[in-house]
T-cell receptor, first 113, second 112 residues
Framework: GENVEQHPSTLSVQEGDSAVIKCTYS??????FPWYKQELGKRPQLIID?????GEKKDQRIAVTLNKTAKHFSLHITETQPEDSAVYFC????????????FGTGTRLLVSP | EPEVTQTPSHQVTQMGQEVILRCVPI?????FYWYRQILGQKVEFLVS????????KSEIFDDQFSVERPDGSNFTLKIRSTKLEDSAMYFC??????????FGSGTQLSVL
């Protein structure tokens, strides 16, 4: 089945720096890649997503890039702020009969003031 | 903004007991899911539900698990005989199209 790997598991940056989180997926038929932010004790919340017919998407300080050939996609956060501190999960939609999301293992981002 | 709601927020049960976790998906959504998250680990798929039937289930979703949509609004997950390893945060999610999933706030299940 689909497997999604995510790196790094933890990432510490200074406020104002950029943060990059990378994921790889195994199923070349996957066609939808969302990113979720989960604050401590809270629900995962969708922050940005990208479909396989697009290489890059940006929304203010966050952007996602997709390399279909290499089966990589990445989350980029610029000008990080302490409130960006959370666990970030990438996911890939498995193109099976129903299309479930398979999540990566998560990256704990800590932004220090 | 509409939200997926889940009850209870916390559930403590004894091993071997049955539990029912309840969810109210967003009203115009058609796709429903249960995921679970063991503390500090990733979100794991359990089951998906569409058109009043299970569409897909994971290896975790064995015969002890069942889902039901008893009326037009609720979506429930039942664990018939809980085990210690069932302790986790259980998230319900819903979607209009199977893409953007909206998660509920979760039910923390503790099996003693």
């Amino acid at each position: 089945g689909e497997n999604v790997e995510q790196h790094p598991s933890t990432l510490s940056v200074q406020e104002g720096d950029s943060a990059v989180i990378k994921c790889t997926y195994s199923d070349s038929a996957s066609n939808y890649f969302p990113w979720y932010k989960q604050e401590l004790g809270k629900r995962p919340q969708l922050i940005i997503d990208i479909r396989s017919n697009v290489g890059e998407k940006k929304d203010q300080r966050i952007a996602v890039t997709l390399n279909k050939t290499a089966k990589h996609f990445s989350l980029h956060i610029t000008e990080t702020q302490p409130e960006d501190s959370a666990v970030y999960f990438c996911a890939a939609r498995v193109n099976t009969g129903f299309q479930k999301l398979v999540f990566g293992t998560g990256t704990r981002l800590l932004v220090s003031p | 903004e509409p939200e997926v709601t889940q009850t209870p927020s916390h559930q403590v049960t004894q091993m071997g007991q049955e539990v029912i976790l309840r969810c109210v998906p967003i009203s115009n959504h058609l796709y429903f899911y249960w995921y679970r998250q063991i503390l500090g680990q990733k979100v794991e798929f359990l089951v998906s539900f569409y058109n009043n039937e299970i569409s897909e289930k994971s290896e975790i979703f064995d015969d002890q698990f069942s889902v039901e949509r008893p009326d037009g609004s609720n979506f429930t997950l039942k664990i018939r005989s809980t085990k210690l390893e069932d302790s986790a945060m259980y998230f319900c999610a819903s979607s209009t199209s199977g893409e953007k999933l909206f998660f509920g706030s979760g039910t923390q299940l503790s099996v003693l």
